[in-house]
Protein backbone atom coordinates (compact mmCIF):
# COMPACT_ATOMS: atom_id res chain seq x y z
CA UNK A 1 0.00 0.00 0.00
CA UNK A 2 1.22 2.93 -1.28
CA UNK A 3 -0.37 6.37 1.57
CA UNK A 4 0.74 10.15 0.62
CA UNK A 5 -0.08 13.52 2.04
CA UNK A 6 -3.09 13.15 -1.36
CA UNK A 7 -3.72 9.59 -0.65
CA UNK A 8 -3.44 8.96 3.25
CA UNK A 9 -6.51 6.44 3.31
CA UNK A 10 -7.29 2.92 4.11
CA UNK A 11 -9.46 0.78 1.73
CA UNK A 12 -12.27 -1.85 3.12
CA UNK A 13 -13.19 -4.54 2.33
CA UNK A 14 -16.70 -3.28 1.49
CA UNK A 15 -15.40 -0.65 -0.74
CA UNK A 16 -15.62 2.21 1.45
CA UNK A 17 -12.36 4.10 2.92
CA UNK A 18 -11.02 5.45 6.13
CA UNK A 19 -8.50 8.26 6.80
CA UNK A 20 -5.40 7.14 8.87
CA UNK A 21 -5.42 10.36 10.39
CA UNK A 22 -8.50 11.42 12.49
CA UNK A 23 -9.76 13.82 14.96
CA UNK A 24 -10.06 12.17 18.57
CA UNK A 25 -12.98 14.10 20.71
CA UNK A 26 -12.53 13.08 24.06
CA UNK A 27 -12.37 16.20 25.94
CA UNK A 28 -12.51 15.92 30.03
CA UNK A 29 -16.40 16.69 30.52
CA UNK A 30 -15.46 17.85 34.34
CA UNK A 31 -12.96 20.60 33.02
CA UNK A 32 -13.90 21.09 28.94
CA UNK A 33 -16.73 23.03 27.55
CA UNK A 34 -19.09 21.51 25.14
CA UNK A 35 -17.78 24.63 23.31
CA UNK A 36 -14.53 23.72 23.00
CA UNK A 37 -15.54 20.25 21.34
CA UNK A 38 -17.51 22.18 18.32
CA UNK A 39 -14.90 24.34 17.59
CA UNK A 40 -12.23 21.42 17.62
CA UNK A 41 -14.52 19.80 15.24
CA UNK A 42 -15.52 22.69 12.81
CA UNK A 43 -11.68 23.88 12.82
CA UNK A 44 -10.74 20.27 12.13
CA UNK A 45 -12.95 19.99 8.94
CA UNK A 46 -12.05 23.09 7.61
CA UNK A 47 -8.47 22.13 8.12
CA UNK A 48 -9.12 18.48 5.94
CA UNK A 49 -9.89 16.14 8.63
CA UNK A 50 -12.59 13.91 7.53
CA UNK A 51 -11.96 10.94 10.50
CA UNK A 52 -13.63 11.70 13.53
CA UNK A 53 -13.70 9.37 16.49
CA UNK A 54 -16.07 9.92 19.06
CA UNK A 55 -17.73 7.94 21.67
CA UNK A 56 -21.23 8.54 24.63
CA UNK A 57 -18.27 8.62 27.55
CA UNK A 58 -16.77 11.68 25.88
CA UNK A 59 -20.54 13.65 26.60
CA UNK A 60 -20.12 15.56 23.71
CA UNK A 61 -21.94 13.93 20.77
CA UNK A 62 -24.14 16.51 20.65
CA UNK A 63 -21.18 19.10 19.51
CA UNK A 64 -19.35 16.51 17.37
CA UNK A 65 -22.93 15.99 15.27
CA UNK A 66 -23.73 19.77 15.27
CA UNK A 67 -20.02 20.59 14.28
CA UNK A 68 -20.62 17.97 11.34
CA UNK A 69 -23.99 19.49 10.41
CA UNK A 70 -23.14 23.05 10.40
CA UNK A 71 -20.01 22.20 8.34
CA UNK A 72 -22.10 20.58 6.05
CA UNK A 73 -24.75 22.91 5.77
CA UNK A 74 -21.59 25.99 5.38
CA UNK A 75 -20.90 23.50 1.83
CA UNK A 76 -17.01 22.62 3.15
CA UNK A 77 -17.69 18.94 3.30
CA UNK A 78 -20.34 16.26 2.25
CA UNK A 79 -21.93 13.38 4.99
CA UNK A 80 -19.87 10.71 2.68
CA UNK A 81 -16.86 12.37 3.21
CA UNK A 82 -17.08 12.27 6.74
CA UNK A 83 -15.77 9.00 8.79
CA UNK A 84 -17.53 8.79 12.10
CA UNK A 85 -16.33 6.32 14.77
CA UNK A 86 -18.32 6.29 17.37
CA UNK A 87 -18.76 3.93 21.28
CA UNK A 88 -21.54 3.35 22.77
CA UNK A 89 -21.37 2.89 26.78
CA UNK A 90 -21.37 -1.04 26.62
CA UNK A 91 -20.60 -0.50 30.44
CA UNK A 92 -24.20 0.88 30.87
CA UNK A 93 -25.92 -0.80 28.74
CA UNK A 94 -24.61 -4.63 29.49
CA UNK A 95 -23.69 -7.07 27.59
CA UNK A 96 -26.76 -7.76 25.54
CA UNK A 97 -27.37 -3.83 24.54
CA UNK A 98 -25.87 -1.03 22.69
CA UNK A 99 -26.40 2.50 22.42
CA UNK A 100 -27.82 4.15 18.64
CA UNK A 101 -27.53 7.25 18.14
CA UNK A 102 -29.80 7.89 14.88
CA UNK A 103 -29.12 10.91 12.84
CA UNK A 104 -32.95 11.07 12.40
CA UNK A 105 -33.83 10.16 16.14
CA UNK A 106 -33.62 14.29 17.08
CA UNK A 107 -30.31 13.51 19.21
CA UNK A 108 -31.91 10.98 21.17
CA UNK A 109 -29.80 8.09 22.23
CA UNK A 110 -31.78 4.58 22.28
CA UNK A 111 -31.35 1.76 24.46
CA UNK A 112 -32.12 -1.65 22.41
CA UNK A 113 -31.43 -5.23 23.11
CA UNK A 114 -28.08 -6.64 20.62
CA UNK A 115 -30.45 -9.13 18.74
CA UNK A 116 -32.66 -5.93 17.58
CA UNK A 117 -29.72 -3.15 17.10
CA UNK A 118 -27.85 -6.08 15.03
CA UNK A 119 -30.88 -5.89 12.56
CA UNK A 120 -30.94 -2.57 12.60
CA UNK A 121 -27.58 -2.12 11.59
CA UNK A 122 -27.71 -4.86 8.85
CA UNK A 123 -30.49 -3.05 6.80
CA UNK A 124 -28.95 0.50 7.37
CA UNK A 125 -26.33 -0.89 5.93
CA UNK A 126 -27.94 -2.66 3.03
CA UNK A 127 -30.26 0.56 2.40
CA UNK A 128 -26.98 2.69 2.11
CA UNK A 129 -28.06 4.75 5.44
CA UNK A 130 -24.39 4.17 7.36
CA UNK A 131 -21.04 2.15 5.91
CA UNK A 132 -19.50 -0.73 7.14
CA UNK A 133 -15.71 -0.63 8.27
Known amino acids: ???TATSHRVPLNDG????????????DPQTTS???CLTAVK?????????????YLYK??????????DKITEGKVNRKDIFY?????????GTHAVHLL????GGKVALLPLPVAWEWLTSSVLMG???QP
Do not use: W
Request: glycine share 16%; hydrophobic share 40%.
Open 60 to 69: NEHEVGQAIR
Open 102 to 105: CAGG
Open 16 to 27: NSIPIIGLGTYL
Open 85 to 93: CGKGDRVAA
Open 129 to 131: VVR
Open 43 to 55: MAIDVGYRHIDGA
Open 34 to 36: QET
Open 1 to 3: MNL
